[in-house]
C-alpha cells in the first residue's frame, strides 16, 4: 500500500504591525539600597543598643518590645529590598 503524502503547514507569519514598538521605561531606583541598608543597619542597632544596655536604652518604658521595634526596622528592610532591581 503507498504510503500518503505528508501535508506540509505554512510557516505562521505575523501580520505586519506599523506600530513601533513602545520602549520600556525603568524607573530609577537608585534609592532602595541606601534605605535598605539604613533599616537593617538601624534594626540592628536597636537590638545591640538594648542588650548592651540591660534594657535601659532605646526606650525603656516599653521594655522587652524593643526587640520586637528592632525586628521591626529590619523586616522594613527586607520589605524594600523587594523593590530592588
Same mark, same amino acid.
Given at each position: 500500500? &503507498? ?8 510557516? +505562521?507569519? !505575523? &501580520? !505586519? =504591525? =506599523? ?8 524607573? =530609577? ?10 533599616? +537593617? ?8 543598643? +538594648? ?6 536604652? &532605646?526606650?525603656k518604658s516599653i521594655g522587652d518590645w =524593643? ?19
Amino acid at each position: 500500500m &503507498p504510503k500518503s503524502r505528508i501535508r506540509k503547514k505554512a510557516d +505562521f507569519t !505575523p &501580520p !505586519p =504591525n =506599523n506600530r513601533q514598538a513602545t520602549a520600556i521605561k525603568l524607573t =530609577n531606583r537608585s534609592w532602595v539600597a541606601p534605605v535598605m541598608l539604613g533599616l +537593617f543597619l538601624i534594626g540592628l542597632a536597636w537590638i545591640v543598643l +538594648f542588650y548592651v544596655t540591660e534594657g535601659e536604652l &532605646p526606650i525603656k518604658s516599653i521594655g522587652d518590645w =524593643n526587640i520586637v521595634v528592632g525586628f521591626g526596622f529590619i523586616a522594613a528592610g527586607f520589605g524594600v529590598s523587594t523593590q530592588w532591581k
